[in-house]
């Protein structure tokens, strides 16, 4: 099926949903990333909830449409042509943090940055480091991000996983999701709902503290505003700065 039938055949099947869905016609996408450029998505939706998000889940398995999965926009640039499919963003139902004993769950679109805070300010130790990475969990986890001598893979347990074109729901191990180096197997039609990390109990004094200084590093050395920040990856042995 044609890009432009599939999106026919998806915007036809919106319609006759069921649910009550949030679904807009050729939404701009630039104000919705961080470069703050890029032309509209054909369809987008908001999925305030786990039932709206596999009521998505099923459009898409039968139309064939392309996606985009948006979360906090950074890393993210989009053609000045748009995006012939539906791009995707997950509501406050996904934003989330659990803290149990030396466990952390987050939502999909928990800001990176909230969850170091909390976590430090609950004494665990581990994720300072995702303070000054600027996105969601679940675009963290797809790209196994990382900074300041860390990254995804070193606490990851498991990832909840909405794969859109299959209308199906797993649960899967960090083991198997090929965590290397801002890679993951995970494809565009996967979107993470939620992830467990495994943290260490630690000081809270000393775990804000660090966060401090990443905090005071990033000022002094990244410059602020709108820019493409640190997105490039880095050769071996080498920085993408250099």
Do not use: K
């Not at 004094?205 to 002094?220: K, L, P």
Request: charged share 25%; with cysteine.
């Amino acid at each position: 099926m044609s890009g432009g039938s599939a999106v026919a055949c998806a915007r036809e099947a919106f319609a006759r949903s069921s649910r009550a869905l949030s679904v807009e016609h050729d939404r701009p996408l630039g104000p919705m990333t961080t470069y703050r450029v890029g032309g509209a998505a054909d369809l987008f939706v908001s999925c305030a909830s786990t039932d709206d998000l596999d009521e998505v889940a099923r459009v898409v398995a039968r139309s064939g449409v392309d996606v985009l999965v948006i979360g906090n926009g950074s890393n993210l640039l989009v053609s000045d042509a748009g995006f012939r499919g539906v791009a995707i963003v997950l509501g406050d139902a996904f934003d989330f943090v659990v803290l149990v004993r030396d466990e952390l769950r987050a939502g999909g679109a928990t800001r990176l940055p909230i969850a170091a805070r909390r976590t430090a300010a609950a004494g665990l130790s581990g994720f300072e480091w995702a303070v000054g990475v600027p996105g969601t969990v679940g675009g963290a986890v797809r790209m196994n991000a990382g900074g300041h001598g860390s990254d995804i893979a070193r606490t990851l347990i498991s990832a909840e996983i909405v794969d859109l074109r299959h209308a199906t729901r797993t649960t899967r191990r960090a083991g198997q999701l090929d965590l290397r180096y801002r890679h993951s197997n995970l494809t565009p039609c996967d979107v993470v709902v939620e992830a467990r990390f495994a943290l260490a109990r630690g000081d809270s004094v000393r775990s804000e503290a660090e966060i401090a200084e990443i905090v005071r590093w990033r000022r002094e050395n990244q410059p602020g505003g709108q820019n493409a920040g640190s997105v490039f990856t880095n050769p071996p042995g080498d920085s993408a700065g250099r």
